[in-house]
């Protein structure tokens, strides 16, 4: 019984070495978390002091890329529609059937693709 007293004894030293060891690895992982955070809450209160132009690079992408998005097609479409109508009231006047409607929608459509290049070419700190 005594060698059993004995391997009883090791397996309950290699228990608490464990143990131990764990509880180190948790206290370091803690003050590591700890760290973080505070980095974290430093950082959050820099970022804070800039106003509202952080804010804004974040909070606003969304609406952002939105107007962006609606001006793009605002400039497509409006581009097409118009040189479509003056098409159509130039073969009212001349009396000419499609051809001044055809012509003057392909160059509204040339037109409008232009002013997207423009737009998507433009750089992103830039105003409008």
Known sequence: MGERDDSRSEDQKRADARFEADQREAAALRSRLDKLSADLGASKDSSAGNGDKDADLTAGSFGGAMSLGFR?????????????????????????????????????????????????????????
Not at 98 to 127: D, E, Q, S
């Open 72 to 128: 793009v097609l605002t400039e497509f479409v409006s581009a097409v529609v118009v040189g479509a109508l003056i098409g159509w009231q130039l073969d009212k006047w001349f009396g000419t059937s499609p051809l001044f409607l055809l012509v003057l929608l392909l160059m509204g459509t040339a037109a409008g693709f232009w002013n997207v290049y423009r737009i998507a070419v433009k750089p992103p700190g830039t105003k409008p």
